[in-house]
Each structure stands twice: as C-alpha cells, then as structure tokens.
C-alpha cells in the first residue's frame, strides 16, 4: 500500500463531501480555537483563585498544568485539522481538482455505472462498489460538467488500495 495514495486517500474524503466540510469546519473552528486557550478549561479561574491564596500543594498544581496543556495542544491540533477541512471543502466547491488528478492518473480503469448521485462499479476481485457522487462536488476528471446519462456505462479510476476514492473519466465515457 503505497502511503501518498492514503494520503490521497484522506484528503479525498474532505474533497468529496465539500459542501458538508465547509458546513462542519465552519461552525467548529471557532469552537476548537476556543478550547485551545488556556483561559477555557473548566475550573481555571477557581484554580487561579487557590493559586493565589496558597492553597495549592506543588504537585496538584503541576498535574494541572500538565493536563491543560496537553488538552490545548489536541484542541489546537483539532483546530488546525478542520480549518484544513474547510479549505480543501471550498476548493473543491469551486471546481478545483484537488485530489481527482492524481487519482485519474494513478488510478486503475474499471466499467461502472452511473444512477443518479450513485457509482456502481466492480473492481478485479469481484468486489462491488456503490459509492455516492454528489451534485455539489462531483467525482468527475478532467471535465467537472460533463453530461453522464444514468445508466450508461463509464469508465471508473479508482486508487487500488483505496477503491473509495475514484474519479469518473469523462474523457473516454459517452458524448
């Protein structure tokens, strides 16, 4: 399994649902950021108080610390992950191929069928795969607005080890 196509992989996964991405991001972000400050965590200002008057031992002080640090460096992290999520889900809104070119070009051809919003196809060891191709961000490569009649037969490409990402090959379907 190659580690560039699970990459791919994951990144897809934003790029395919685009419209929930830029949603979910949008009202997270803030949230997470929020929690990343220090000022944030449940108990802080009560802490503060004892802090000041002396009523904190050494080592619960330090354990306090230790574990709010922690918490801001995951919430930061988080922050970072969704804010990554919301670019990736207005790029692929717009238009911009973010993963369907290197998944056209690394991606095994295979026939498959369109219905509607859904891709069936069947990969070389018999596995069937129905997978959704959404109105907003469609799994189409290298023209997004190409007309594919429901029904008809495609030419799918999907990654090998990832059959979830696959792109709809519009330069050799129908006309």
Do not use: C, K
């Not at 996964?13 to 972000?29: K, L």
């Not at 490409?157 to 379907?173: E, K, M, N, T, W």
Request: proline share 6%; no cysteine.
């Amino acid at each position: 399994m190659n580690i560039l196509d699970t990459v791919i992989w994951l990144i897809n996964f934003a790029a395919a649902h685009g419209y929930a991405m830029v949603f979910i991001a949008g009202f997270s972000i803030l949230g997470l950021f929020a929690m990343s400050f220090s000022g944030s965590a449940p108990g802080v200002s009560l802490r503060r108080v004892r802090e000041r008057e002396g009523l904190l031992h050494g080592e619960v002080a330090t354990r306090g610390r230790a574990v709010s640090t922690a918490r801001r460096i995951v919430f930061r992290t988080l922050a970072f992950v969704m804010l990554a999520n919301l670019v990736i889900g207005i790029l692929s809104l717009t238009g911009v191929p973010i993963t369907r070119a290197y998944i056209h070009e690394h991606g095994q051809p295979t026939t498959g069928t369109v219905d509607g919003d859904w891709v069936t196809f069947t990969t070389p060891s018999g596995v069937e795969y129905t997978i959704e191709s959404n109105f907003f961000t469609p799994a189409v490569y290298p023209d997004r607005d190409a007309y594919l009649p429901s029904g008809e037969p495609v030419v799918v490409r999907y990654l090998p080890g990832h059959p979830q990402a696959f792109v709809i090959d519009s330069a050799q379907g129908p006309r």
